[in-house]
């Protein structure tokens, strides 16, 4: 949370990058199947992370990231032996830097979840569009990628929709309990994208050796077992429906997983990527009848400039390739 070198990933979550650096993907050629493979992956993980919101109030986030990786985990290794591709796609020549990986990433995903607790999903969905922007700074800083102005000035452009999205729970004139507690769940998710960037620039790292199927299945084994440090901060006995809704997280996890590597299977990345956004618009539908979440002004327009930042970054990565490309076929020799 999709080449591409620092475009957004999903903020719900937020594996994308490497699904658009799968190796063994054939030549896209189904660019609708492709869309559509997309648009059902954001449905998949913004219902997820409303599963995940209507338990927050009696399952600890820990809790939630066990059942979310645990049960993603039997979905991929389905998929994996349908495609034919159990005995090949998890070997891995970095273990180490999965663990590292899983680290950052169950860092950022118990991060996310505990804010789901404090803040309407619209908002938790904006905040978490920091990320992508935060992957192009961390990019530069630890994998020395060239950043130009272009990039830069979306980048701070992009900061400042979440800045805006952010400010109104951070300004706490008093000691209103809920203003205290919506300004900490706030920070929560602000945490939540900055390790959901770090993770993406260990992905970064990974897919030059490794397949996408070893880097999810890697993530959510990691995740799984990390989540069970947790267990002495107050792990609960869920209610039977909490159960179910859990267990579905983690089935809805494995399913969204799938549709989006699929995505980029069927259709450039350049073509699908923008439809992240997309994931606003079902988090305002679900938000508000679910949740009875009626989204401010500020916030809309702090996620307006979010997604104008990112779909700007994108579009550039995109006439970058094609240069690119261009000028890989005038060096070639010809005849």
């Known amino acids: ?12 979550r937020k594996e994308w990058f490497a699904c658009s ?17 997309k648009l059902g992956s954001v449905l998949v993980f913004i219902v997820m992370a409303a599963l995940i919101k209507s338990t927050a109030d009696h399952v600890p986030a820990g809790q939630a990231v066990f059942f979310r990786s645990a ?8 998929w994996l032996v349908l495609r034919h591709e159990l005995a090949t796609g998890l070997r891995t020549r970095q273990p180490l830097g999965h663990v590292w990986r899983g680290m950052v990433g169950t860092t950022a995903m118990g991060l996310g979840f505990a804010g789901l607790g404090y803040l309407p999903l619209p908002e938790v969905t904006a905040i978490g569009y920091a990320a992508p922007l935060l992957t192009v700074i961390f990019a530069a800083m630890f994998l ?26 951070l300004s706490i004139i008093s ?21 959901a960037a770090l993770a993406q620039v260990f992905v970064r790292k990974l897919v030059t050796t490794e397949k996408t199927a070893a880097i999810v299945f890697y993530f959510s084994l990691t995740a799984t077992l990390l989540s069970l440090v947790t267990v ?24 969204g997983q799938i549709l989006l590597t699929s ?34 002004w500020t916030m809309l327009a ?34």
Do not use: H
Request: hydrophobic share 50%.
């Open 21 to 37: 650096m799968t190796m063994d993907l054939s030549p896209p050629g189904r660019p609708l199947r492709g869309i559509a493979y």
């Open 232 to 255: 002495p901060f107050g792990w609960v006995w869920p209610t039977p429906a909490e159960t179910v809704t859990l267990i579905g997280t983690g089935l809805l996890g494995g399913v």
């Open 144 to 169: 020395g990628e060239d950043v130009r102005l272009f990039r830069i000035s979306a980048v701070v452009m992009g900061m400042i929709g979440v800045l805006i999205v952010v400010a109104p729970r």
């Open 175 to 195: 000691d209103d309990a809920a203003g205290i507690a919506e300004a900490f769940g706030a920070m929560l998710v602000l945490g939540g994208a900055v390790f």
């Open 302 to 335: 702090g996620a307006a400039i979010v997604v104008a930042a990112g779909i700007l970054i994108i579009w550039r990565e995109s006439r970058l390739g094609l240069e690119r490309a261009g000028q890989r076929k005038a060096m070639t020799p010809q005849g």
């Open 263 to 296: 995505s980029y299977r069927e259709a450039d990345a350049s073509l699908v990527a923008p439809f992240d956004y997309a994931s606003m618009l079902f988090a305002l539908l679900i938000g508000y009848g679910v949740f009875g979440e009626v989204p401010s």
């Open 71 to 78: 049960f993603a985990i039997p979905v991929i290794l389905v």
């Open 1 to 12: 949370m999709t080449g591409m070198q620092s475009l957004p990933l999903d903020p719900r």
